[in-house]
């Protein structure tokens, strides 16, 4: 394949980010590309990230990085920080130029080398030599919620749905591509609200229901949800699906403490996040939940830190993605009083990673006993239901979904299985 041909992809931020990038591949390789190392590129393709200002310095970096590499490539920046600073990031090489439809990034792309313009394809993951039995899928975009701390509502528009017709179709390509397990992914996933060719509108718990009914993919995952759509109606949906649904629940707490939340405006306080646990934890006894949490938000005094650590290890989180609040500028939040330091913040983030390491092995330990399906990705290495690390009997073929035993957990949380 020609080196005119190469196109080198470089994805900043979130899993919803990457499934774009990963559709944009899927494009282009169809229409004769040939994905390559950026050094070997003629047209490189940033989808840049604006969740917090170093996500935004590392975006400008990685754009500056890419138009000063020998071959000058022609460097697409697409994404969160195109969309809110244009100009901006087109001024920083003359070889960038900025595309705010990422719909269009890949003809764009394919324009540059003389390809001919690729086919759409829907925002599923692409395959890969491995890992290709769970890829994600954007069934939503966007978000009507007006956090102080974020600025993705900006750079991302209005919450809006993929038709479930076409939320079955990348369902089934998916499929056809090899992938075991499919995971449903959103900027504000739990905000789904589309209709079907009859007119009937469908939330996430009815499209739930719809793949489980109409394809036979053997698991179906949900990445991230706000706790006020962790309802019953889908918690009781995925109860039904059996194995068919991944028992884990990502649900963004963002803070335990209540003051904090009210300044972050959440549209929660801590007693409904219990509820919406104890809701989960009712019709999935052995559910693994996850959140996020961010450590050091303006006005968080140690006594506001303490009481969220303390909900933390009450709601027994299996897994907790710990962020240091980045002052954004043009947030709200960027303007609050009481800033905290940044060394203060980076001793609160080490407790809570402590705290999240020492929840993770805890659940981890409640599952020994338990049957669960697991993804094969590597030689003797897969993830669980539960989404943990499963070492297995190396001889089961990779890119599998196989039943087990859990067995026993190592110190690291990575849990041991037999396959039956």
């Known amino acids: 394949m020609s080196e005119a041909r190469g196109v080198a992809l470089v994805n900043l931020g979130c899993r919803v980010n990457r499934v774009e990038l990963d559709a944009m591949a899927l494009e282009l390789e169809r229409a004769g590309a040939e994905l390559v190392g950026e050094r070997e590129a003629s047209v490189v393709i940033v989808n840049t990230c604006a969740v917090t200002g170093e996500a935004e310095a590392k975006t ?16 697409i920046a697409t994404g969160c920080v195109a969309n809110l600073f244009a100009d901006e ?12 439809d990422k719909a269009a990034v890949a003809a764009l792309a394919a324009g540059a080398l003389g390809l001919d313009e690729p086919a759409a394809e829907v925002c599923a993951a692409a395959p ?43 369902v089934r390509a998916a499929q056809g591509r090899g992938a075991h397990e499919v995971v449903l992914t959103g900027i504000n996933l739990g905000s789904y609200r589309a209709s ?23 698991r179906i995952r949900l990445s991230s949800i706000e706790p006020p759509d962790v309802t019953a109606e889908l918690c009781a949906v995925m109860a039904a699906a059996g194995e068919r649904v991944a028992p884990f629940l990502h649900v963004c707490l963002q803070s335990g403490c209540d003051e904090t939340l009210r300044r972050m405006a959440r549209v929660y306080r801590t007693d409904a996040f219990r509820r919406v646990v ?23 005094t140690d006594e506001d830190f303490e009481r969220s650590l303390a909900f933390c290890r009450e709601m027994r989180f299996a897994k907790m993605h710990v962020f240091r609040y980045s002052r954004r ?20 983030g080490e407790r809570a990673r402590a705290l999240a390491d020492e929840l993770r092995l805890a659940e981890a330990g409640r599952l020994v006993g338990e049957r669960d399906l697991v993804v094969v990705q590597y ?22 979904l196989v039943p087990v035993r859990l067995t026993g957990v190592r110190a690291d949380a990575t849990l041991l299985a037999d396959v039956l």
Not at 197 to 218: I, M
């Open 196 to 218: 079907d060719a009859s007119g009937r509108e469908l939330r996430l718990p009815a499209l739930l229901d719809l793949l489980l009914t109409k394809t036979d993919v053997g």
């Open 379 to 400: 030689p003797g290495r897969g993830v669980s239901g539960s989404l943990f690390d499963v070492l297995l009997d190396p001889s089961v073929p990779v890119d599998s």
């Open 278 to 300: 104890e809701t989960a934890r009712e019709h999935l006894p052995h559910v693994a939940v996850g959140t996020d949490l961010i450590v050091g938000f303006p006005g968080e």
């Open 329 to 348: 500028p043009g947030t709200p939040a960027a303007a609050m009083a009481g800033q905290v330091d940044p060394h203060v913040m980076a001793e609160r």
């Open 89 to 100: 990031i087109a001024a920083l090489a003359p070889n960038v130029r900025v595309e705010r």
């Open 60 to 75: 400008r970096k990685a754009v500056r990085h890419a138009a000063s590499l020998p071959g000058s490539p022609l460097v």
């Open 128 to 170: 890969t030599p491995t890992g290709r039995t769970r890829p994600g899928i954007k069934i939503q975009d966007g978000c009507d919620n007006r956090c102080t701390y974020c600025i993705v509502w900006r750079a991302r528009g209005a919450a809006r749905s993929m038709p479930p017709e076409e939320v079955l179709a990348a």
